[in-house]
Structure formats: C-alpha cells, structure tokens
C-alpha cells in the first residue's frame, strides 16, 4: 500500500486552509545514524485500510507530520510503503517529542523482522563467548553502560544456547520516540531498510 505526500511547496496553502497556519516546524531530525524527514498527507490519498496500521486515531481535517527515513524527494515522487513510516507527529508543527508521536506497528514489525533475520556481527561474537543466556540488541541511541540500558532502547533479547544464538524475541517496552531522542536503528538493519528504498 502507498502513501501520497504532499510536497513541501503546497504547505502553505494546505496548512492556512486545515489549520489557519503555514508554520510547519521542523523537517528533519538531527539524528546521527538514521535521519526522519517529516511529510505530510495529501488529503484524500490515503487508503482507509492504511490507518489501521497505525497505533492511534488520526483527527477528521488534520494533516498528521507523518515521518519517514526515505529521503524527502524520494518520497515526494514514489509515495511511501506503510513499513517505510515510522510513524506520525500528532500535531505536525510542533515538537519531535515522545508526547507528540505516534508508533507506526508494520514500522516496528518490518524493524523486529530484520532484527531476527540480521543478526549483529557483534551479537555472533558475543554468544560464541557466552555459550548459554541472553544479548540484548541495544539503539544506538543510548551511549551509557551496557550494563544499565533503559527498557525502552533496547529493541529486543537474543537467545542464546551452545554459543548461538537461537531465536530473538521483541521487547514490547522498546519506543522509537525517548528523552534522548528519535530512533537510531544499528546498522545491520538500516542497511537493509535503505537498500530497499525504490530508485525509481
């Protein structure tokens, strides 16, 4: 299913029209490894089974800051996937704050899909060592301890049994949206989400 935006040039006359404002805060994050761009509906584009995906109710008339890590010309031109949505900034002008976002579910699904699939260089290396227990697959966001990650950047445990790992399991607590900041995916699955990113 795709999503049609509307580019950054009609902002001013679709936002003066829906909310009697053009100032539409910013457009990007200032992420370090895995930048969001903000876009914003085309009204009357949208296909009611997409919002079913996501985790909220979008109010009649609003034109939702949906954000997206495909780069705002490519998605201007193609239209966004639902999995290429993270998710959506419930008042577009305002801040990218936890308060102010909602989770996009295929996103998080597509993100955990990956996680099991592309398992770490490091998470391999790690469980040869351990041989039996649990690795946790952290956000690059948090730069603290290891040994003291919040719930919330840790996107999921590793399994461990005989140095391998055996399955992966989602953590329900992991939130794109922190105190520290948006979501900054390790690489292992960035890679993968910006290789299929269509070209044309």
């Known amino acids: 299913m795709t999503l049609w935006i509307v580019g950054a040039g009609l902002l001013a ?6 909310f009697g404002l053009s100032y539409a805060g910013p457009w990007h994050s200032k992420s370090k490894y895995f930048p969001l761009h903000k876009v914003l509906i085309a009204p009357g584009k949208v296909s009611p089974e997409f919002f079913a995906t996501i985790e909220a109710n979008i109010p009649t008339n609003a034109i ?44 998080k699904s597509k993100v955990h899909e990956i996680a099991a699939k592309e398992i770490p260089a490091t998470i ?4 040869k060592a351990l041989r039996s227990g649990e690795i946790q697959l952290i956000d690059d966001r948090w730069t603290g301890s290891a040994d003291d ?52």
């Open 13 to 18: 006359a679709i936002g003066y029209g829906i």
């Open 64 to 107: 939702p800051g949906f954000l997206t890590y495909v780069p705002k010309k490519v998605a201007e031109k193609l239209g966004l996937q639902g999995h290429e949505i993270v998710g959506f900034l419930k008042q577009y002008q305002r801040a990218w704050t936890p308060e102010n976002f909602v989770a996009n579910a295929v996103f």
């Open 124 to 127: 391999l290396e790690r469980a």
């Open 149 to 200: 990650v919040p719930a919330i950047h840790c996107l999921g445990i590793y399994h461990v049994e005989n140095g391998a790992v055996s399955r992966y399991s989602p953590n329900p607590e992991f939130a794109i949206f922190s105190g520290v900041g948006p979501i900054e995916l390790v690489e292992s699955i960035r890679q993968i989400l910006y290789s299929e990113i269509p070209t044309s």
